[in-house]
Every structure is written in C-alpha cells, then in structure tokens.
C-alpha cells in the first residue's frame, strides 16, 4: 500500500515554492534595475562625449575665425560684454564670425564665452598683472538636461596673436 503524503509535508512544499518564487521574483528586479542603470549611465556618457566633441568644433572655428580674420578687427577686440557667444557661417565665399548669445543644437546649448589674459613680471599668464592685449582666452560651454539634471562640458584654449 502507498504512503499518503501528510497535510504537513503538501504544506511545507507550498511554502517552498513560494519561496523559491519570491527569490526568483527579487533576482529579476535586481537584473532589471542594474539594466535600467546601465542604461542611463550609457545615455549620459554618449551625451558628454556629443557635448565635448561640440565644445571642441567651438574652440576649432573660434582657431578658424582668428586665422581667417585680422587680430584687430577679430579676437582682439572681442567685447567681453556680452558675456557669451555661438559661432554663424555667413558671407560668400561662407566664413565664420561670432554672434552674441548662444545656439541650441538638439538637446545641447553652446556658447563661447571670452575673458581677457593677465601676464605677471616672468611673462606667466596670472590671475593678475598686466593685460595681454595679444591673447584672449576661450571657453566652450555646452550644456544640456538630462532626467532634470542640467550636465555642461566646458573647454578651455588660448588664443594669440601669432601673425605679430
């Protein structure tokens, strides 16, 4: 004659498999929130690398204007006022010049901002000394939100005037 399982035994397994379901269950999500992290982080690291690669083609054209421009009707009298900047292709034959203000590319803003360059009595550029009337420096902002946090890439060069 066969063994009847006992009430206590079809209950244990119940338990069992309820069990076993819930670590199944918490395994899962677990996996699902480390994909959606990945994810995201991912997305953040393709935007910086388009925000960096735009502040670079900045400071490029910024490189292409001064060469394409006399120092003293070009960078070297770039009002500091107002503060920021976007690069436009205009004329015939196209040239580069700088507009106030800033551009929007797809989900980035872009602007160059430029800040007068100080020498100290060794020629150094300085916090403070006297005022390099032949060097400017350049910074390329892009910025952009992502998920409601504001992200910005910011590149710095130096611009002389090398045709003196």
Known sequence: MLAQPSLNSRGGSLVEIVVVAGIIVG???????????????SQVVQQTSQATALAQEALEIVRNFR???????????IAFSPSSYYPEKSGSPPAWSLS?????IGEFTR???????????????????SVDADTVKA?????????????QVELVAYFTNWRQ
């Open 27 to 41: 395994s899962l999500a677990a996996i699902l929130g480390l994909a959606a992290f990945f994810l995201a982080t």
């Open 67 to 77: 060469d394409g421009t006399d120092w003293s009707s070009g960078l070297g009298v």
């Open 111 to 129: 602007q160059i901002q430029f800040e007068e360059v100080r020498r100290d009595g060794s020629d150094n550029i300085a916090s403070s000394g």
């Open 139 to 151: 910074i390329a902002q892009v910025s952009w939100e992502e998920r409601g946090r504001t992200h």
């Open 100 to 104: 106030a203000g800033s551009e929007t």
